[in-house]
């Protein structure tokens, strides 16, 4: 199969590299000249080009830009298009970017590969990198059954583990799982920084381990990234943290009022609810 990549990234590199040793051809795209030369030499993509045009008769293009590029994206390529071709994503929120590019392209199928690190550009790009990861697939009434076939097959090809769900279910699982881990994340370093007494920072940054590295670390990757989860997930976004709101305010009137016992209830129960979300 013929498989073009818009994005040659940490997400787009990975899935070349993977697809490409599947036995698929890799036509990539880039903005950047350099990006394509480095492509082609780490054995991410077959080919590589700065323009849309390269990809005129692959069978299917993952778009792999940042959310609020992807329709935009689509829009751009359709001139170059076969009227086949079977157009997917890997946005991290699906509604808006379902319903946009619907609208675009009758061929389009919303896909969310779960898996990345803190790197980002072609040098991120790893092998393996979907292996015993989520790969969320989210059809609508109008997709076409042979495409969401066809892009499920590259998923498991991938080792990855395929979910089918409505865009509207995955937003809403995805906040309470990624979204809002982020905003929490991001509160708890702008919370500790904004400490006024520097011998206390100091020392917390120097006492700093595990707990606080595995907290704090994905509100400390890409603002950019983040910005447009909340934009783009907003209505799912609020929904959660006013869930977490009322349960700091929990926790916080336990602690005022020293009410142990009801504070350790809570915390066994959130340690035996803990094993379904991780294993």
Known sequence: MKIGIIGLGLIGGSLGFDLRHCGHLIYGVSRKESTCKRAIERGVVDNASIHFNSLSSVDII????PIGLISETLQQLIPFLKSE????????VKSPIVN??????????????MAGTAEQGIEAAQK??????PYVITPTKKTQ??????????????GSNVYTCSPE?????????????????????????????????????????????DTSRVGGGNPELGVMMAQYNKTALLHTLEGYRQQ???ISEYVNTEQWDSLERLLMMTQEKRSPFIN
Do not use: Y
């Open 145 to 158: 059954k042979n495409s969401i076939k066809i892009l499920e097959e590259l998923a498991q090809s991938l």
């Open 62 to 65: 993952f778009i792999c830009t």
């Open 248 to 250: 700091l305010d929990r």
């Open 100 to 113: 946009q590019c619907e609208l675009l392209w009758d061929n389009f199928v919303g896909g969310h590969p």
């Open 128 to 133: 393996n990198l979907f292996r015993n990861a």
């Open 85 to 92: 071709v079977i157009i997917t994503d890997v946005g991290s």
């Open 169 to 213: 279910i995955h937003d809403q699982a995805v906040a309470w799982i990624s979204h809002l881990p982020v905003m929490i994340s991001a509160s708890l370093i702008a919370a500790c920084v904004e400490e006024k007494d520097k011998t206390v920072l100091n020392l917390a940054q120097q006492l700093a381990s595990s707990g606080f590295k």
